[in-house]
């Protein structure tokens, strides 16, 4: 089962890709991993991924996961 970890690094591995796309084929990007992701665990949050995926921390664990990027 995947954990709060793994999802902050394919959040920030998915995010790398932005600069290398257009906005639209990112969202589709972001769109296809988050429906790879659905029922990886349980507690799976699919807006918080799409949100992380921009790089932006949603609450104090991801403000703290991106400190160490």
Known sequence: MFQHR???ELAKMVQ???ARMRPVDFDAYVEEWTDMLTGTNPRFDRERFRT?????????????????I
């Open 6 to 8: 793994h999802y902050v």
């Open 16 to 18: 790398s890709a932005k």
């Open 52 to 68: 992380a995926c921009q790089g932006v921390p949603v609450n104090k664990r991801d403000k703290e996961c991106r400190a160490t």
